[in-house]
């Protein structure tokens, strides 16, 4: 029942969530760099004079997945002030 689920257990699943897609971003953002410095130097794929820089598309992905990891800490934060609220005071009775 949607209506009866405790936030606590919504905030956890969500912070897990978000640190495993921030580990996915960064595992891709490593594949990206070793495939880039292969497609330019040792296969040639591209032709001569043909720029391969990705440091905009570097710079994205490691800003994204910096703020991806902090948003899993926030949520993180934001389960243990519900955890306190909801378990150790009892100020939030409605939702147990």
Known sequence: DCANAK???LYLV???LCLIAA????TSG???IALRDLD?????IYPNGTTT?????FMMEWASNSLCILEGFIF??????????I??????NSFM
């Not at 330019?40 to 040639?44: G, K, P, T």
């Not at 820089?53 to 598309?57: E, H, I």
Request: charged residues 20%; aromatic residues 12%.
């Open 53 to 57: 820089l990705y440091d905009f598309s």
């Open 14 to 16: 969500t912070s897990i």
């Open 87 to 92: 378990t150790e005071t009892g100020k939030y």
């Open 7 to 9: 936030r606590s257990t």
């Open 30 to 32: 490593i594949c990206f």
């Open 76 to 85: 993180l934060c934001l389960l243990k002030m519900d955890y306190n609220d």
């Open 23 to 26: 580990m996915c971003g960064i």
């Open 40 to 44: 330019s130097s040792s296969r040639n």
